[in-house]
């Protein structure tokens, strides 16, 4: 895959904190040389106090083209960024950035349509349905975008840090197109269960969600690409429910990445 990788190889590079997780490097890189495009993508760790410093310095490097964005530094990129997309704006994070003509970049962020895109290829239909959303960080606040924007009925938001989440469920109120309350880690009377925290990558780590209350009929979610099958999800799974990995959602937003990073 790299017999080509030379001084004219075009880098992108993938930052967050923890990183050893990420699954970025060798799928980007691959979706870069099957269309042809002399690019490779490698991870950076960086944690959140030297993250504007390490930004300064490589965008000083003008065969960067590219930044993709993890946790946790989708909010604090998107002030980084110069332009943005309308989405981005709305829920002032990215989880992509590209270059400008003039040097600096422009972000967008792409989890919430590769997770919901995802949900409908496993057979989940998002219309009139109930769904409780768990984590109103980076992932979870698209995630709950485009939820919303994909006609849900209700959408519950829980996250410990309770100013965060009454701040998203406010900006989400005000789109005017379902109710959007706020929820727990309980999925009882729920469609739809999703969780879009960290909470299950490491071992011992509890349930995000309440397993014992899951029922047949509903369809669970996460983000986490590692473990492979979380602890929640393979509850679920024993449940007999319809379930989404983070490796999943990943297919599909790398996609979308892609697409971005090539456009002019």
Not at 35 to 43: F, L, Q, S, T
Not at 96 to 116: E, P, Q, S
Request: with cysteine; proline share 5%.
């Amino acid at each position: 895959m790299l017999e080509n990788l030379s001084g004219a190889t075009r880098i992108h590079i993938i930052v967050g904190d923890p990183i050893a997780q990420v699954k970025s490097p060798f799928g980007m890189t691959q979706s870069f040389e099957l269309i042809g495009k002399d690019a490779v993508c490698i991870p950076a760790h960086v944690p959140s106090k030297d993250l504007k410093q390490w930004f300064e310095g490589l965008s000083l490097a003008r065969n960067v083209d590219g930044i993709i964005v993890t946790v946790p530094h989708k909010f604090d990129c998107h002030a980084l960024c110069t332009t943005h997309s309308a989405r981005a704006d709305f829920l002032g994070a990215v989880n992509t950035i590209r270059r400008n003509a003039d040097g600096t970049w422009h972000g967008d962020m792409f989890d919430g349509l590769g997770y919901v895109k995802a949900m409908t290829l496993m057979g989940c239909s998002q219309q009139s349905k109930k769904v409780l959303l768990v984590g109103a960080g980076g992932a979870g606040s698209a995630i709950a975008y485009s939820l919303v924007n994909g006609g849900v009925r209700e959408l519950a938001i829980h996250d410990e840090d309770i100013a965060r989440r009454n701040a998203l469920i406010q900006r989400l109120t005000s789109m005017g197109q379902c109710s959007v309350v706020t929820g727990s880690s309980d999925p009882t009377g729920f469609d739809i269960a999703i969780n879009a925290t960290p909470i299950g990558m490491k071992v011992g780590d509890p349930h995000p969600i309440d397993s014992s209350k899951f029922t047949p009929g509903m369809f669970v979610g996460c983000v986490i690409t590692a473990p492979a099958v979380p602890p929640m999800i393979a509850a679920a799974r024993a449940l007999g429910c319809n379930t989404l990995t983070g490796a999943d959602m990943y297919g599909q937003v790398k996609d979308l990445m892609i697409e971005f990073l090539m456009a002019k």
